[in-house]
């Protein structure tokens, strides 16, 4: 750990020169080349010379979470466990602004960012190599202390009742393996409870599949949050955080006009259709984690196109961030030789293959369909009627979402 840690510290002050060259180095040729390997080799050492262009190589990756992620510092899991700016946006909205704040296991800083965005915010880490991140990625944004402060420490030892409101990412990874098990996570779910019984203004980030304790469910709110068509993560809010407790919410973070949130209780109950209607719909990844596809379908007017895991189906035309809207086109036997046929027989090359209540790999039956020509087309394979079928639809592009 010492050692990363000073290589990362000449990094940061250091290696500038060097994260330019290989940028440069691996923009023009996609990937580290023997000769950009040789020349730094001869400069730097081997860890060093690695470090350089895997940073360069997490930060090209890091684009999709961080806006300035070329000017931010990366660890591989510490990139990969980091909220997205945008998600963590959203939920330091909650906070109140310019009121203390900490970010307990901050890790790289994803939700300690957009906390200290908010306010004068305080973060904690037991690896001290994340603390050095966590302070640099700060500095680089603006946010030097006492506007953001960070430390290595035991998040169950922070002074909790010294601020107005926390944020917590307990390690899913105790074990050395991911875990959505709630009572395995680090600190552990006791530990967490004493937070929260110092002071109980507290936000636990959550896997998206992972059941909140019992007691949870009628004294936090539970909020799914969405971004990119995945549902990222999962966040108990407790006290002044919790706009309705008890009750569960998924967010897209990335909806048009904003963040959309559907609100209600967790039910599986939705009616299926008599018939196939001209509309499908497809339910947002946070929706379904958060269990709300009910709600959706009461509130429009659709049902589903069978039991089980499957897509909505209506009349009418529903514009609605948290559906994806497909008219339906034609209702084909699911079978792969015939399908290679339609395929051929419509000069369809570019295959979009979407599924619903049925093992498969979309990617190999792609494969095995092989299509080739010049138009486009998309199936959503599903049962129906009893039977599997693929349902040939056009992807509905709607400018105005605003939920009817």
């Given at each position: 750990m010492?050692a990363?840690?000073?290589?990362?510290r000449?990094?940061i002050?250091?290696?500038a020169?060097?994260?330019?060259?290989?940028?440069n180095?691996?923009?023009a040729?996609?990937?580290?080349s023997v000769g950009?390997i040789a020349r730094?080799?001869?400069?730097?050492?081997?860890?060093r010379?690695?470090?350089?262009?895997?940073?360069?190589?997490?930060?090209r990756?890091?684009?999709?979470?961080?806006?300035?992620?070329?000017?931010?510092?990366f660890t591989?899991q510490?990139?990969?466990?980091?909220?997205?700016?945008q998600?963590?946006?959203?939920?330091?909205?909650?906070?109140?602004?310019?009121a203390?704040?900490a970010d307990l296991c901050c890790?790289i800083?994803?939700?300690?960012?957009a906390l200290?965005a908010r306010?004068?915010?305080r973060?904690?880490?037991l690896?001290?190599?994340?603390?050095?991140?966590?302070?640099?990625?700060a500095?680089?944004?603006?946010?030097?202390p006492?506007?953001c402060?960070?430390?290595v420490g035991?998040?169950?030892a922070?002074?909790?009742?010294?601020?107005?409101?926390?944020?917590?990412?307990?390690d899913?990874?105790?074990?050395?393996?991911?875990t959505?098990?709630?009572?395995?996570?680090?600190?552990?779910l006791?530990a967490?409870?004493?937070?929260?019984?110092?002071?109980?203004?507290g936000a636990?980030?959550?896997?998206?599949a992972?059941?909140?304790p019992?007691a949870?469910?009628?004294?936090a709110?539970?909020?799914w949050l969405?971004?990119?068509?995945?549902?990222?993560?999962q966040v108990?809010?407790?006290g002044?955080l919790?706009?309705?407790p008890?009750?569960?919410a998924a967010?897209?973070?990335?909806?048009p006009?904003?963040?959309?949130?559907?609100?209600?209780?967790?039910s599986?109950a939705?009616p299926?259709?008599?018939?196939?209607?001209?509309?499908?719909?497809?339910?947002?990844?946070?929706?379904?984690?958060?269990?709300?596809?009910?709600?959706?379908a009461?509130?429009?007017?659709?049902?589903?196109?069978?039991?089980?895991?499957?897509?909505?189906?209506g009349r009418?035309?529903?514009?609605d961030p948290?559906?994806?809207a497909f008219?339906?086109e034609?209702v084909l036997?699911?079978?792969?030789?015939?399908?290679?046929?339609?395929?051929?027989e419509?000069k369809?090359?570019?295959?979009?293959?979407?599924?619903?209540g049925?093992d498969?790999?979309p990617?190999?039956?792609?494969?095995?369909?092989?299509?080739?020509?010049?138009?486009e087309a998309?199936?959503?394979?599903?049962p129906l009627?009893?039977?599997?079928?693929?349902?040939?639809?056009r992807?509905?592009?709607?400018e105005?979402?605003?939920?009817?």
């Open positions: 010492t990363a840690l000073d290589d990362y000449w990094l002050t250091d290696g020169r060097w994260l330019a060259q290989a940028g180095a691996l923009a040729g996609g990937g580290p950009l730094l080799r001869k400069e730097l050492t081997l860890p010379a690695h470090l350089v262009i895997e940073q360069v190589e997490l930060r990756r890091a684009l999709v979470k961080f806006h300035r992620a070329e000017s931010l510092f591989r510490g990139l990969e466990q980091a909220t997205d700016e998600v963590a946006a959203c939920k330091a909205r909650r906070f109140a602004l310019e203390p704040a890790g800083g994803g939700d300690l960012l200290a306010g004068p915010v973060g904690v880490d690896d001290p190599l994340s603390v050095h991140l966590a302070e640099t990625n500095r680089v944004l603006g946010f030097a006492p506007r402060a960070v430390e035991d998040a169950t922070f002074p909790i009742s010294e601020i107005a409101a926390w944020h917590i990412d307990p899913r990874r105790p074990a050395g393996f991911r959505t098990r709630s009572e395995l996570f680090a600190p552990p006791a967490i409870e004493q937070l929260l019984a110092t002071n109980p203004h636990v980030k959550l896997a998206p992972t059941v909140a019992a949870w469910q009628s004294t709110e539970l909020e969405g971004s990119r068509g995945e549902c990222r993560q108990a809010w407790f002044d919790a706009r309705e008890g009750r569960r967010t897209i973070v990335d909806a006009g904003g963040p959309y949130t559907v609100a209600g209780e967790a599986d939705v299926v259709a008599a018939s196939l209607g001209p509309y499908l719909y497809e339910p947002h990844a946070a929706i379904l984690a958060a269990r709300l596809t009910a709600v959706l009461e509130r429009h007017e659709l049902a589903a196109v069978s039991g089980g895991a499957t897509y909505l189906t009418g035309r529903v514009s948290a559906l994806a008219q339906v034609e036997p699911f079978d792969v030789k015939s399908l290679r046929a339609y395929c051929r419509h369809i090359g570019r295959l979009e293959i979407k599924k619903r049925v498969l790999d990617d190999r039956l792609r494969r095995d369909i092989g299509a080739k020509g010049s138009e998309t199936f959503l394979v599903c009627a009893g039977r599997v079928r693929a349902i040939r639809a992807r509905l592009h709607s105005n979402y605003l939920p009817q």
